[in-house]
């Protein structure tokens, strides 16, 4: 692209803007001091510049030959009137590589104190990597955005240190977009330091795909935080979630839903991701805590999943590992899915099977207890034994009370050891780690991440 042409684009973007955008106090009043620039359609290759502020309008492209490039610091909104959506198509790519001290933010338009989640669309990004269902569209999204092809090493571009708030729609049940939605990703791309918070749906979403990713945060949203389907493969390594007791989904919100396709039908390519090193913390800081009736487990296996899941911590559920078809069972007793060295803290319903299993919930816990730690003392003096600070549960605060910088190290208590790397799954991609859950002695969320989004002036 020529310099001539990018600066013409600009000013044609300029006077849209000016006449679109008039008085919106929120938005021209810009962190960076310059216009605000509407994003709509078909984007052009070109560079978001942290001197402006953006504003996503309706379901925004960027097609296949073209980059979206964001420079470090970056405020971008979308528009709740519009439902605005960033959608990275099968071909083109984003390269959003925010530094620790200026983070990329994807965030509502409204103003602080009046943001809420699904007030718009998110971030979603589309590959040409390997998926298990046949010219996948992805959800949400019209006119349809199909995804997935034979790439495993596709490259859709980075994002790092990018925080994406107040985002994910559900439009009917069981047809949404997410926080971040990854359809069928590919190796090439990076993806490291990312928080979503307080979203309309799920946090993280990889439907297929063989993405890696590390130091991810999904923070007090609705519906399930971390949610793998259609034969994902990739790799995963230091998560973080909190969840809101007030904030679930009717179709049952969990930590972890992974599911192999939106049936139990035989695959050629299973969803056989791996997470390691994740702190999942649910919406019950005690045994007697009032939560949304909606949530539902930390671990919910469904429809002949085989991911792995190793060296993590989970408390404050209702209930802990259900696993809901025999196809289920059969995958993780035959060792083709693993759970290796977590610990699940579960005082209620520890395990559950689903309707017709021939498994029963004594197999369950046999098979999972040999390699993992289970715990069914009341939640309430777990954290300490954990080594994980108290107030890093939401407990009885509203969203305006949650700690504006929890302190998530972990020196003492039974995370600070037993983590295992010795399985072929782990393989030298991952960080060996003495600890299990997300951190060792170093807070990774210090200075890029953001717990009281709501409060901040973008």
Not at 81 to 95: Q, V, Y
Not at 194 to 213: A, I, K, L, M, R
Not at 264 to 289: E, H, K, M, W, Y
Not at 391 to 415: D, E, I, K
Request: aromatic content about 10%; some cysteine.
């Amino acid at each position: 692209m020529k310099i001539n042409k990018i600066l013409l684009q600009g000013l044609l973007l300029a006077a849209v803007t000016l006449t679109s955008c008039g008085g919106d106090d929120d938005n021209n009043n810009s962190g960076g001091g310059g216009s605000v620039v509407i994003l709509e359609g078909n984007l052009e290759s070109r560079t978001l510049s942290k001197n402006n502020q953006y504003l996503i309008k309706g379901q925004t492209f960027v097609r296949s030959g073209n980059v979206l490039t964001i420079e470090p610091g970056t405020i971008i909104k979308g528009d709740k009137a519009t439902k605005g959506t960033l959608i990275i198509d099968r071909g083109g790519r984003i390269e959003a590589v925010g530094t620790a001290s200026e983070p990329i933010v994807m965030t509502s338009n409204l103003p602080a104190g009046s943001r809420d989640r699904g007030d718009w669309g998110g971030l979603i990004i589309l590959g040409n990597a390997p998926v298990n269902q046949v010219n996948p569209e992805i959800e949400g999204i019209n006119p349809a955005a199909p995804y997935g092809g034979t790439n495993a090493a596709d490259d859709s571009g980075a994002l790092v240190h990018v925080r994406v708030e107040y985002a994910g729609i559900e439009l009917t049940p069981n047809n949404e977009t997410n926080s971040i939605t990854l359809g069928a990703v590919g190796t090439g791309t990076q993806i490291e330091y990312c928080q979503v918070s307080y979203g309309g749906d799920d946090g993280f979403e990889w439907f297929g795909g063989t993405v890696n990713g590390k130091y991810l945060i999904s923070f007090a949203n609705w519906d399930d935080s971390f949610d793998v389907d259609f034969g994902y493969s990739g790799k995963n390594q230091f998560g973080l979630e909190v969840r809101y007791p007030s904030f679930a989904d009717q179709s049952g919100s969990n930590s972890f839903e992974c599911d192999n396709g939106p049936n139990d039908n035989v695959t050629t390519l299973l969803t056989t991701g791996v997470f390691s090193n994740f702190t999942c913390i649910g919406p019950r800081a005690t045994n007697a805590q009032s939560i949304n009736a909606n949530f539902q487990h930390s671990i919910d296996l469904r429809r002949r999943t085989a991911a792995t899941i190793a060296n993590s911590v989970f408390i404050g559920y209702p209930r802990g590992l259900r696993m809901n078809q025999q196809s289920v069972y059969d995958n993780y007793a035959a060792g083709t899915g693993k759970l290796i060295k977590n610990i699940l803290v579960a005082p209620n319903t520890t395990y559950s099977v689903g309707t017709g299993m021939t498994a029963t919930v004594a197999n369950i816990q046999s098979w999972f207890e040999a390699t993992n730690t289970t715990i069914t003392a009341a939640i309430e003096d777990q954290f300490a034994v954990l080594g994980l600070n108290t107030n890093l549960a939401f407990g009885s605060n509203v969203t305006s009370n949650y700690a504006a910088n929890p302190n998530f190290a972990v020196t003492s208590g039974l995370l600070t050891s037993g983590a295992e790397f010795t399985d072929a799954t782990l393989n030298t991609w991952f960080t060996a780690t003495t600890y299990r859950g997300a951190f060792g002695a170093t807070d990774w969320t210090d200075g890029w991440a953001e717990f009281l989004p709501n409060s901040k002036t973008y």
